[in-house]
């Protein structure tokens, strides 16, 4: 029974995000990020504080779009709770945008990729610009003919909220906008215009003129977006407001009403001749953005992982002081075997998740890391976020009644769960990627296999279904069709032969025998039941 003597949960604050993750802590140290652990710490300590009430407030008073100032002048700005401005001031002061923009040295990704997956949890919206603004950096980076005046304002720990120029700022926000009205996913048919003022080649200057469907963090300082020139598509910088320090066409049409991700606004926007600059070659648009939207993809992923983290820990927490018939519920069979099956789950996806943030630190001096990560990020993206929300649905339902109501964070958690997977490349686009890459980047395949072979010989179920994953990718036969089939079990694969190799055997052996050798129903919750259930709840219930 807990103090209140009503049966009730305490409320899961107070704790330390990061040290109460198990999962979490021993994949930093894994993927060489251990150095970062006091910093992480400190952040986990601050984030089971006063942030909990941010990441609440934020979403109960979403933005309100300001497209006129009181005299009826156009502003096209965006008006946030201050709540929203603390977590933002939060998670850039501590570089969750930028650590290893700021600080090249190994482990920087996967350092991190760890306090992405810490603030995500306790509110995902403000990730969006936080990522984006990650994302762009690399980009801008390889073109420094646009991204040398950028680089050193987005990757700066000030926020700056106010709508001014960039250059009156010490820090700037990136966003995207690709996604038009007639199609997000073929962005090739995009219809946005790009005119040509003065310059030549990386760095001219256009006239954009078009508009996009979806424009998330519209308050961002400059976006990058395609639009068409005689050359076909291609890739500019856009900011807020022109060298001369007027508003530049920028306009917003409106804010959607999301389902979930209320923190944070998602616009559509219209082009009206603003001034931007070509980023990389004219024609070269889409190939040019992939290397912002690869790095987007692995912020996907990683919020997802954080969401799961944040459901489970939730559901572990309830369950460890809630009383039914007479005894806590994780004392009861079956609710163990529901939270062990979610908390395995959980911590595959953190440990592929660093696994994949590994390669990123690696992929500049490591080819075959370069390859990894091409192969394995929508291979991740695709599987972590197409099984966050069934799994928060399930933790939702350990709290019972209690997890259906707003001011339990699940609620939220819910909503927000779906959009990782339908963002920078739904689902199925991701299969088709990695469809594209079986056939044509052989080399980054085997990459992927010579991965999985670290683990070979430690288990015969897993070394059975990598034998079987090999045998499938051999067939040629309505291979598209099979996309997701194929894809979900590579991911299975490398998911199993990290836990196998994370010295932790309880959970490696549940993972293996209910995902690989099919010892599972289809809910969550089916688990056979002769496992090790108690020591998986021991490692996945946070202390408080
Ligand atoms: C909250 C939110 C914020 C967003 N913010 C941004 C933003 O900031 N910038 C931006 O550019 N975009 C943004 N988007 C847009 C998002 O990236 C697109 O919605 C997404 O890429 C899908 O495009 P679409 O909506 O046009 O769907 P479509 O392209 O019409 O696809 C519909 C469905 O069909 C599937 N599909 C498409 N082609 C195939 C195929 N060949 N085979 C099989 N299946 C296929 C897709 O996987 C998808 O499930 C945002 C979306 C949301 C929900």
Redesign the pocket.
Known sequence: MTANGANQSPPLEGYNVFLSDHALVDAVRREGAGWAEERMSRVGELLGGEPLVWGHQANAHPPVLKSHDRFGERIDEVAFHPAWHSMMRFSIGHGVHALPWRERRPGAHVARAALLVLVSQVEAGHACPVSMTFAAVPLLEAHPEVGGEWVPQLTSLAYDERAIPASKKAGALC?????ERQ????VRANTTRARWLSGTGPGAEYAVTGQ?W????PMCDAFVVLAQTEHGLSCFLLPRWRPDGTRNGFRLERL?D?LG?RSNA?AEVRFDEAWARLVGEEGRGVATIMEMVGHARLECLLASAGLMRQAVAQAAHHAAHRATFGRVLEAHPLMQNVLADLAVESEAATAIALRLARAYDERGSDERERRFARFVTPIVKYWICKRTPPLVAEALECLGGNGYVEECVLPRLYREAP?NS????????MC?DVLRALTRERESVEAFFDELRLAAGRDRRLDAFVDSVRDELNRRDEVEAAARRIVERLALALEASLLVRAGQPAVADVFIASRLAGDHGLAFGTLGPRRDFRAILERARPAI
């Open positions: 966003g995207m906008a690709m996604t199609g997000g996913s073929d996009k979806f424009c998330s963090a959607k999301k991700n998602s959009v339908v963002w920078e490349g739904s689902g199925n686009i088709l």
